[in-house]
Nanobody, 123 residues
Framework: VQLQASGGGLVQTGGSLRLSCVFS????????MGWFRQVPGKEREFVAA?????????IYADSVKGRFIIARDNPRNTVYLQMNSLKLEDTAVYYC????????????????WGQGTQVTVSS
């Protein structure tokens, strides 16, 4: 499995960005997908997850609930993270991840990681 994340950049507080992550190497719809983020000197933290197949169920960290939306497009093998009302503290490298176990994603231990994309929020 390979994951290719993109869409990061520089944005002002209150702005929006959409991250994308393209999945390849296996059957996308059979994988739960997640987004994580990391700042220097801190552990990688969970941001959001979406269940496999229908994507009908999503989970968010409290810090992003109501501002971020995770979605998947199975025909395009892509998972998205729409980030709205961005805050300075959202600045981080964002990683997408995949696992056939949702539990593994929830404990920050998915089988597959993307390469990361930098998001910088400025005042």
């Amino acid at each position: 499995v390979q994951l290719q994340a993109s869409g990061g950049g520089l944005v002002q507080t209150g702005g929006s960005l959409r991250l994308s992550c393209v999945f390849s190497g296996d059957t996308f719809e059979t994988y739960h997908m997640g987004w994580f983020r990391q700042v220097p000197g801190k552990e990688r933290e969970f941001v959001a997850a979406i269940i496999r197949r229908s994507g009908a169920s999503t989970i968010y960290a409290d810090s992003v609930k109501g501002r971020f939306i995770i979605a998947r497009d199975n025909p395009r093998n892509t998972v998205y993270l729409q980030m709205n009302s961005l805050k300075l503290e959202d600045t981080a490298v964002y990683y997408c991840a995949a696992d056939q176990s949702l539990h593994s994603i929830r404990i920050n231990n998915p089988d597959y990681w993307g390469q990361g994309t930098q998001v910088t929020v400025s005042s």
